[in-house]
């Protein structure tokens, strides 16, 4: 979000963040030189905040609201509305990057004047509802400065990892997500405990943190893998450790789009993925990476199998997916995309 506000700076569009006082992002926002003012945001329906917002937007009138949580995106709608019995208010945008249950009809057709979604699979997903409007959903590919991402990787490794993987030498597979039970690392597990009998010296990196750490750490001890597996912990930034990869992989249950695959084809690090939610409009299966159907312990060991085996076709693959994804996820491209959601 930080790096979506200074591209619209650059191209001359004025951009306020508005978020908690002492927050982490606010702070990085202020190190960044980005206009930054605090908003409780306490909750739905924070009255003091209604009021702030309301008085900002009358006095700043601004063309449009992004917001991208519950609390804000109510506060928001709300005052900008009292803001509008006294002049033109501005257009209500509101980001969802997942939808926690049944999405409610009322907060996609009136909330907002127009909510964004990361992926074609998870509008398609919200329209299963009959009474949301298809006009209100729209989609907006997540931008990525690659040149960061390149020079990111070339960062050294923390040491404790790095001093790992240099006693664990071999195939290195990464995945780089949030350790909750979608994003597939206990599938992995399982995969790993077989795949070992045929490559006795591959490795397999976890980066993230979340509430099933104790369980996979449980895990890896009773399948026997501690000299396999590495649960990392939450990496300051991912691209050091997908750039020395052999294979990156993404084996979630659903995901909306997802992040980490982007960034190791960037790098032209070849992926596996899960053929499901919005990850099929980041690979193209066979022709940038390989796509397998999620929670199948078998074709996942296949699927690394045959990866692990033909390293140079998998590399062809990950330079096709390099220039896909360099095309479809740019920084220049989500500003385009963001501005016509804006004005049209």
């Not at 990057?97 to 004047?113: E, S």
């Not at 995969?191 to 490559?199: D, E, N, T, W």
């Not at 940038?288 to 929670?295: A, E």
Request: hydrophobic fraction near 45%; charged fraction near 20%.
């Amino acid at each position: 979000m930080l790096q979506q506000m200074a591209a619209l700076q650059e191209r001359g569009i004025a951009v306020r963040l508005l978020c908690r006082p002492a927050s982490r992002i606010g702070q990085i926002a202020r190190e960044r030189g980005l206009d930054t003012i605090d908003m409780p945001f306490r909750n739905s329906l924070h009255v003091s905040s209604i009021l702030a917002v309301a008085r900002l937007v009358r006095g700043w009138r601004p063309d449009a609201i992004i917001s991208h949580s519950g609390h804000d995106a109510n506060i928001c709608a709300i005052a900008a509305r009292l803001a509008g019995l006294f002049g033109k208010r501005p257009r209500l945008i509101r980001v969802r990057t997942y939808q926690p249950g049944l999405p409610h009809a009322w907060t996609y057709n009136t909330l907002a004047d127009l909510t964004l979604v990361p992926s074609e699979a998870m509008r398609r997903s919200l329209l299963a509802h009959p009474r949301i409007r298809p006009e209100r959903i729209r989609v907006l590919y997540p931008g990525l400065i690659f040149e960061r991402i390149e020079q990111q990787a070339q960062a050294p490794l923390p040491p404790q990892l790095a001093d790992w993987l240099e006693r664990h030498p071999g195939p290195l597979i990464a995945h780089a997500a949030m350790l909750r039970g979608e994003k597939g690392h206990a599938l992995m597990l399982e995969v790993m405990a077989r795949l070992i009998k045929s490559f006795p010296a591959v490795r397999y990196v976890i980066a993230g943190e979340g509430e099933l750490r104790q369980s996979l750490e449980s895990s890896v001890r009773a399948l026997g893998l501690s000299q396999h597996v590495l649960i990392a912990g939450l990496l300051a930034i991912a691209p050091p450790l997908l750039k020395r990869a052999e294979l990156v992989v993404m084996p979630s249950s659903y995901e909306p789009l997802g992040m980490a695959q982007i960034e190791a084809l960037a790098l032209g690090v070849p992926v596996v993925a899960s053929r499901t939610g919005g990850i099929p409009e980041t690979i193209e299966d066979h022709r940038s990476g390989l796509l397998v159907t999620p929670g199948d312990v078998t074709q996942w060991v296949t699927a690394l199998t045959w990866a692990l085996q033909h390293p140079p076709e998998m590399r062809r693959m990950a330079q096709a997916g390099g220039g896909f994804v360099k095309s479809r996820f740019s920084m220049a491209a989500n500003i385009d995309q963001l501005l016509a959601c804006l004005t049209d």
